[in-house]
């Protein structure tokens, strides 16, 4: 009796045993089943705020917090939605990575009126709010405008530089991931330019310390230099009267990082309206980064100077990046329509009209629309629906015979004033609505990049050409 007694005890021990563990063992695997849940939820989640790996780094990780700025009720840097600042510049050194701006309506010439502001981490920019922040209306009733002032010793740097690449953790290596945006900004850099006897008819590059004038800014309106696994978005922004050496809109994304660069409108600068640069050099093609660039209307690109040789693209591409360009209008380039360094690239549905000597230009051969596809290196085989056509442009009249009167020269014309052939300019002024005229030729520049107001360049903006183009933005 006694041995049963103590059979029946290890029995229902062993079976107490057994079960527990298979308590434990269910507890585990569904811990783990959980852990792995989580993991994919937030990778899946996380493509706009952990950048193009999926996993930022420490510092740029930080959640962040939204920062409101208003010209019209902003006053200190507390910068909330009831006490919002005054100006981005005067917040600047608060801000930390991941943070999120919404400027209102308003003209902004930065802290100080020194024309120029420069962001060292990655942050969220969102222009075109109504004073009470519930509507936005970027390009048209709710224009939220960074520009500046011509004086002597006022900055002459990129109106809006953000730049995240030299950032470090703790441990001293870079900060990489998250995620760049600027959404719905005019850039207007007419009034930090200096214009021959001020008649904003020819730009000046260079000071009047006597007349109390800044060179006009050698620089872009938006330029972005990113970090490794960093998205890039520029949106919705309209970029006009700038005189760069390189981009109006310049954005360089880093290994495994993409670009997106869609409906904005770029008018009357110099060097690229824009530029899609790379910061990264190595051989692995799944960590090239890659650009979209859709929906963007680039006109009336200007070289650097009246006989310089370089700029006057409407599109430049570096050599080590995948992109595709499609659904943009490319026109009246002083030099072309794209220049590629020997990116890969596809196009699609691209308009080209009034480029003066190409409009596609592959290192240093330069073709017509016409011929891209059969005698591009680069180009995607299956790119299609590339097109040449007439447009009228809906810009002020104004400004249009200012264009119109310019006169073309070339440093051979300079050098040994030889005759250049027909240019277009009565194709060109039949497009701006104006009379033809005879052609003539004459030595000089006095109509270089004049002054443009925004209300005389943005209706341009506001429609696409058969579905190629800006439009303006939808008020939300």
């Known amino acids: 009796m006694k041995k049963i007694m103590i059979l029946a005890l290890c029995v229902s021990l062993f079976s107490t045993l057994e079960m527990q563990s298979q308590i434990n063992f269910k507890r585990l695997k569904n811990k783990v089943l959980k852990k792995k849940s989580t993991r994919t939820s937030n990778t899946a989640g996380s493509?706009?705020?952990?950048?193009?790996?999926?996993?930022?780094?420490?510092?740029?990780?930080?959640k962040g917090r939204v920062w409101y700025v208003s010209k019209t009720t902003g006053s200190g840097q507390l910068g909330t939605k009831e006490r919002p600042a005054k100006?981005?510049?005067?917040?600047?050194?608060?801000?930390?990575?991941?943070d999120v701006i919404l400027i209102a309506e308003g003209v902004y010439m930065s802290k100080g009126k020194r024309g120029s502001d420069e962001i060292n981490v990655p942050v969220k920019i969102y222009g075109g709010y109504d004073t009470s922040f519930t509507t936005r209306d970027p390009w048209d009733t709710h224009k939220t405008i960074f520009t500046g002032v011509n004086e002597y010793m006022k900055l002459t740097t990129p109106r809006l530089y953000i730049r995240t690449d030299q950032q470090r953790e703790k441990?001293?290596?870079?900060?990489?991931?998250?995620?760049?945006?600027?959404?719905?900004?005019i850039f207007d850099?007419?009034?930090r330019n200096r214009y021959h006897t001020n008649k904003n008819l020819a730009i000046r590059r260079k000071a009047s310390p006597?007349?109390?004038?800044?060179p006009s800014p050698e620089s872009g309106g938006i330029v972005i230099v990113g970090s490794k696994y960093t998205n890039v978005t520029v949106e919705n922004c309209v970029v006009m009267n700038t005189a760069p050496t390189e981009g109006a809109i310049s954005v360089r994304v880093f290994k495994g990082?993409?670009?997106?660069?869609?409906?904005?409108?770029?008018?009357?600068?110099?060097?690229?309206?824009?530029?899609?640069?790379?910061?990264?050099?190595?051989?692995?093609?799944?960590?090239?980064?890659?650009?979209?660039?859709?929906?963007?209307?680039?006109?009336f690109t200007w070289k650097h100077d009246a006989v310089a040789s370089y700029g006057g693209s409407a599109l430049a591409l570096d050599k080590n990046l995948v992109v595709v360009a499609e659904n943009n209008v490319f026109g009246f380039a002083h030099m072309g329509g794209?220049?590629?360094?020997?990116?890969?690239?596809?196009?699609?549905?691209?308009l080209f009209t009034g480029n003066t000597k190409y409009d596609y230009k592959e290192i240093n051969a330069e073709m017509r629309v016409a011929d891209i596809l059969d005698e591009s290196e680069n180009l995607d085989q299956y790119s299609e629906g590339n097109e040449s056509l007439l447009i009228k442009i809906p810009v002020a009249k104004r400004w249009a015979k200012i264009y119109a009167s310019r006169v073309e020269?070339?440093?051979?014309?300079?050098?040994?004033?030889?005759?250049?052939?027909?240019?277009?300019?009565?194709?060109?002024?039949?497009m701006l609505g104006l009379n033809v005229h005879g052609n003539g030729v004459k030595m000089d520049a006095e109509v270089f990049l004049p002054l443009i107001t925004v209300d005389e360049a943005i209706p341009a903006g506001f429609k696409s050409w058969n579905g190629k183009g800006s439009n303006i933005p939808r008020s939300k």
Do not use: W
Not at 87 to 98: M, R, V, Y
Not at 171 to 185: A, W
């Open 189 to 191: 850099n007419g009034p």
């Open 87 to 98: 100006d981005l510049g005067n917040i600047i050194h608060h801000l930390k990575p991941n």
């Open 257 to 299: 990082g993409k670009g997106l660069i869609q409906n904005n409108f770029c008018i009357n600068n110099t060097g690229y309206g824009i530029q899609a640069r790379t910061g990264y050099m190595g051989s692995d093609k799944s960590l090239v980064p890659k650009f979209t660039i859709k929906r963007n209307t680039i006109l």
């Open 338 to 350: 794209i220049y590629s360094k020997g990116a890969s690239l596809t196009l699609n549905n691209n």
């Open 171 to 185: 441990n001293g290596r870079l900060s990489q991931g998250s995620e760049i945006v600027v959404n719905g900004i």
């Open 210 to 214: 006597k007349s109390g004038q800044n």
């Open 47 to 62: 493509t706009n705020t952990s950048g193009a790996s999926g996993v930022s780094s420490k510092n740029f990780s930080n």
């Open 409 to 430: 020269i070339s440093r051979a014309q300079v050098d040994a004033a030889v005759h250049v052939s027909n240019s277009g300019a009565n194709q060109l002024r039949s």
